[in-house]
């Protein structure tokens, strides 16, 4: 399960919300629409249980236009605060539960390839060099 944060054009939410007849749950209107680019004007960010701040502005790390959090999520009730100096009337943002969307699940496959590479790196580089001990006994006057 990922928690993320998502960014939708407000414009084509209130598009789609009416063409549904403006239902009082947002989960159907969020299924008929699709994330958008995020403001690429100004500094967003968001604070997460008022500790750790996360730029949401460009640069910033996005999948599918989502912004995975779930690593600073913790068990119980959690806070976030989205900021910022710039007019984000245009925009509407979410935080939405969700599956790993294939692109995320990619980077997580990649992330993993990683680690294991170097696990092994390390692992190799922990290990007596057996060719340097062969010339040594090659070398060795008994």
């Known amino acids: 399960m990922c928690i993320s944060l998502a960014c939708y054009s407000a414009q084509e939410m209130a598009s789609t919300r009416a063409s549904m007849g403006n239902p009082d749950a947002w989960e159907p209107v969020l299924k008929g629409c699709h994330p958008s680019a995020w403001p690429a004007?100004?500094?967003l960010y968001a604070n997460v249980?008022?500790?750790i701040s996360l730029l949401l502005s460009k640069p910033m790390k996005v999948v599918d236009n989502l912004v995975d959090i779930s690593y600073l999520m913790q068990?119980?009730?959690?806070?976030?605060?989205?900021?910022?100096d710039q007019d984000t009337t245009d925009y509407v943002f979410f935080l939405i539960a969700h599956q790993p969307v294939r692109a995320q699940l990619k980077e997580l496959a990649s992330?993993?390839?990683e680690e294991v590479?170097?696990?092994?790196?390390?692992?190799?580089?922990?290990?007596?060099?057996?060719?340097?001990?062969k010339v040594w006994e090659h070398f060795m006057v008994y």
Request: proline share 3%; no cysteine.
């Open 41 to 43: 004007h100004g500094i």
């Open 49 to 51: 249980n008022d500790k």
């Open 75 to 84: 068990e119980g009730q959690n806070t976030l605060q989205i900021s910022h």
């Open 111 to 113: 992330v993993r390839q």
């Open 117 to 133: 590479a170097w696990a092994q790196h390390i692992e190799n580089s922990t290990k007596p060099l057996q060719s340097v001990i």
